[in-house]
């Protein structure tokens, strides 16, 4: 249904007007990211250090609850800018929309195998065999990268493991448990587990898959094209939060108690610190094309699309390149 949403909007989108600057001179900016998640926390440090103030750009962010929202956003005019899985961005334009990506905020599959009782940590997915799995269910990436990871060395996810799919959110719990052997969950649920219930990080995929345009900042080419300062002026401040972050960890983890007030800050620490040292959030917005080329073969596999746009034609990098060249932070 959701996708439907998107190519129905994608047909009718119509085109974007100019932003003007209010009679301060700054420019009023809406961007929706999918969810409120510690992923993203190079923007919320883009927020707390004034970054998008220092560029011109009064920011209303929101969350929509889910990336096929937040685009849907975009194309219906309700925001100029979307925060989610830029495979959204691909169909539009495989509908004949106008969808682009202009920068990526996560940079790898931000997913770990976390277990109560299997302490041996995976050095392959062929030791995944004869375990049960509780993953989101499909399309949920998180069950894809595990699906993924069994058929790569040869074995069947349908006899090999047992995979167990819960609501989102809710991996670790069946784990915890003692229902199953193993949830393929990310932050703040892993080191919820770790800290809380004693759980094991048993693999990670940031590692195993490498370079994966996991989320990207999304507009519409004709919103662009419209309005190119404005677009530079949010790269610009993106960056710049994600330079801080990575110059300093201890100040983005404050952000993030900040942001998540309802976790313990152990949890949110130990959180962020495992995101940083796997290089998950990105360090720089500029789309790495390995990156992208792998997140349009899981789209593949999962038939949300051709996923066969042209890299150039689907993302414009011109704006995050300027902004890592040009912006400096203390």
Not at 28 to 36: G, I, Q, R, T
Not at 57 to 64: C, E, G, N, R, V
Not at 302 to 312: A, K, Q
Request: charged share 15%.
């Amino acid at each position: 249904m959701a996708l439907a949403l998107i190519m129905s909007l994608s047909a009718c989108a119509g085109g974007s007007s100019t932003t003007k600057p209010s009679a301060d001179g700054t420019t009023n900016v809406n961007l929706v990211e999918a969810v409120h998640n510690l992923g993203y926390i190079d923007l919320y440090v883009a927020q707390h250090q004034g970054f998008f103030t220092q560029q011109g750009i009064d920011l209303h962010l929101s969350a929509s609850g889910g990336d096929s929202q937040a685009f849907a956003a975009i194309l219906g005019g309700s925001a100029q800018f979307a925060l989610g899985d830029p495979t959204l961005a691909e169909i539009s334009r495989e509908k004949h929309g106008d969808g682009v990506v202009l920068g990526e905020m996560v940079s790898r599959a931000q997913y770990f195998a976390v277990s109560k009782n299997i302490t041996t940590p995976f050095t392959s997915p062929t030791q995944f065999k004869g375990h049960s799995f509780v993953t989101s269910p499909p399309p949920n990436t998180n069950y894809n990268v595990l699906s993924n990871s069994v058929k790569q060395v040869g074995l069947d996810p349908t006899k090999d493991v047992k995979i167990v799919t819960v609501t989102p959110g809710t991996e670790i719990g069946p784990v915890v448990a003692g229902a199953a052997d193993v949830a393929v969950a990310q932050e703040p649920g892993v080191d919820t587990a770790v800290i809380q219930d004693g759980a094991h990080v048993l693999y990670g995929w940031p590692d195993a898959i490498g370079e994966f345009t996991n989320t990207g900042l999304q507009s519409r080419s004709s919103y662009v094209k419209a309005n190119p300062a404005v677009a530079q002026k949010m790269l610009n401040a993106l960056q710049m939060g994600a330079m801080y972050t990575y110059a300093h960890p201890d100040q983005a983890k404050a952000v993030a108690r900040m942001e998540f007030p309802s976790l313990a800050p152990q949890i949110i620490d130990a959180a962020i610190q495992r995101e940083i040292d796997n290089h998950i959030p990105s360090n720089t917005l500029v789309v790495q094309q390995e990156g992208w080329n792998k997140l349009m073969h899981f789209g593949q596999q999962l038939g949300n699309c051709s996923c066969d746009v042209p890299f150039n034609e689907i993302i414009d990098n011109s704006f995050a390149q300027k902004a890592a060249g040009d912006v400096h932070t203390s």
